[in-house]
């Protein structure tokens, strides 16, 4: 399942997933940016056992009619690997231009 449509077959989700950027994890806690660029700390156990720093991670969210949630959290290989792709075009573009070296002041 294309994992930006939601959650599907545990019930009535609310809406389209969400998209999560791992920006790092260390002892056990993962921080996560989220769409509105604010960085979450979640225990590194809630997200899926192979994500790695730079990861791109789908959310969807499922209300269960006695009130329960649940949380669907894949990793989008896809879109990492573009944000990856777009992240090294910027690098390169940036150090195009600079021969590097000392700098004179």
Do not use: N
Not at 53 to 75: F, K, S
């Amino acid at each position: 399942m294309d994992p930006w449509t939601g959650i599907g077959g545990m019930g009535e989700t609310s809406g389209p997933a969400v998209r999560w950027v791992v920006d790092g994890i260390e002892e056990g806690v993962a921080r996560v940016e989220d769409e509105a660029g604010r960085l979450l700390h979640l225990p590194a156990w809630l997200l899926p056992a192979a994500v790695r720093e730079g990861d791109v991670l789908a959310v969807g969210r499922e209300a269960d009619p006695d009130g329960a949630v649940r949380l669907r959290i894949a990793i989008d290989r896809a879109a990492t690997e573009q944000a990856m792709r777009r992240s090294r075009e910027q690098v390169s573009r940036l150090a195009g231009g600079d021969p590097g070296g000392d700098i004179v002041l």
